[in-house]
């Protein structure tokens, strides 16, 4: 096993060490997130930094880059509140992957992508419609990352559309089944493979394998 | 496709909801952080909300429960500034599940679930022996999330421990190769299958699938 310091890594050259520290922290749910600006023009773009805070209430994050590299999604953000996180599929992965292009402010991302905008009632943001399993949510806080110029966009989940068929009888959602798709460093996705479920872990008993 | 409205999710079980919530938003990596109180006594557990913030300064945060919920991992970063995360592997899951036991302060994890500490020179944090891809970061900051008494827990990358020939032409890791596991909810693992890997998109290119 080889040790490598960061000194070492901060050598390497900058795509090079890009994609190893990309990887190093692991596969990461793979996410379209959907926006407005004020004047209804629609946003899409691939993230990959979506993150559980907790479950009651019902809060999810996410990490936008800088601004100077990334400023439309937070900024639509911003500017209605609202925004959708649409799980990705192999059927329209390349296509989600393409969002990740540094398109003018003026472009619709669905359209230069080849995805359909899907609307819902009181809600401005649109859904990914060929998304099996998304969620709208609603702006709570934007935290700042003084270290590195990037936010934790704090949001609480308002709406949920999926296939009733993919929960379990304990709540579980299937995402092996929905073939949700997980991404690795900058441009890798991948399909799961179920190893094992196991109960809740107690001190004093053994580990069960549930499934 | 059915619309599931949060006042509606709000009403269910506690641990149905929970499970629902957990899984909505989808797979994460799966990971050991290791740490030591300022007594040197080592804890291990079991996280799913690993983060990368940026690659250069290399930075990883990761999401921390409430204190009343899992007071000992964040309490020994903010005690010595140092900790380690281990990926997971199909190898010792089992192992890696049962750390999310709540064991008392005085257990050490390691003894308790049967996994190996791996002490380097000079660091204090325990990395986990058995673990193919690991790293040891330095706490740069712990971000208190108000809206649910959670923290963003940011690190710098120092050490980085693995296997030389899983690392790509390009700085790609192959975690499909190292078998390192993603979690999904409160209780399940999966290893992942490559589905592709895509060229730097831009706006004006077809989309490239390079493997």
């Given at each position: 096993m080889r040790h490598f310091s960061i000194d070492t890594v901060s050598t390497w050259e900058r795509f090079y060490r890009a994609n190893f520290i990309n990887c190093l922290s692991g596969f990461k749910s793979a996410n379209l997130i959907g926006t407005v600006n004020k004047e209804g023009q629609p946003n899409l773009a691939v993230f990959s930094s979506v993150v559980h805070l907790g479950s009651d209430p019902a809060l999810i994050g996410f990490i936008n880059r800088p601004l100077a590299a990334a400023p439309h999604t937070i900024q639509n953000i911003e500017a209605t509140g609202a925004y959708t996180i649409n799980h990705i599929h192999p059927s329209f992965v390349a296509e989600a992957h393409q969002t990740s292009a540094k398109y003018p402010v003026e472009v619709n991302e669905f359209e230069a992508v080849g995805l359909k905008p899907l609307y819902i009632d009181n809600l401005i943001a649109p859904?990914?419609?060929?998304?099996?399993?998304?969620?709208?949510?609603?702006?709570?806080?934007?935290?700042?990352?003084?270290?590195?110029?990037?936010?934790?966009?704090?949001?609480?989940?308002?709406?949920?559309?999926?296939?009733?068929?993919?929960?379990?009888?304990?709540?579980?959602?299937?995402?092996?089944?929905?073939?949700?798709?997980?991404?690795?460093?900058?441009?890798?996705?991948?399909?799961?493979?179920?190893?094992?479920?196991?109960?809740?872990?107690?001190p004093d008993s053994t580990i069960i394998k549930t499934d």
């Amino acid at each position: 096993m080889r040790h490598f310091s960061i000194d070492t890594v901060s050598t390497w050259e900058r795509f090079y060490r890009a994609n190893f520290i990309n990887c190093l922290s692991g596969f990461k749910s793979a996410n379209l997130i959907g926006t407005v600006n004020k004047e209804g023009q629609p946003n899409l773009a691939v993230f990959s930094s979506v993150v559980h805070l907790g479950s009651d209430p019902a809060l999810i994050g996410f990490i936008n880059r800088p601004l100077a590299a990334a400023p439309h999604t937070i900024q639509n953000i911003e500017a209605t509140g609202a925004y959708t996180i649409n799980h990705i599929h192999p059927s329209f992965v390349a296509e989600a992957h393409q969002t990740s292009a540094k398109y003018p402010v003026e472009v619709n991302e669905f359209e230069a992508v080849g995805l359909k905008p899907l609307y819902i009632d009181n809600l401005i943001a649109p859904f990914v419609a060929e998304s099996i399993i998304k969620y709208a949510l609603q702006l709570v806080e934007i935290v700042p990352i003084k270290h590195n110029n990037t936010f934790l966009v704090i949001g609480a989940i308002k709406d949920i559309l999926m296939e009733e068929t993919l929960i379990g009888v304990d709540g579980f959602i299937s995402l092996e089944k929905a073939e949700s798709m997980v991404s690795l460093g900058l441009d890798a996705y991948f399909t799961t493979k179920l190893v094992a479920r196991y109960g809740y872990a107690k001190p004093d008993s053994t580990i069960i394998k549930t499934d």
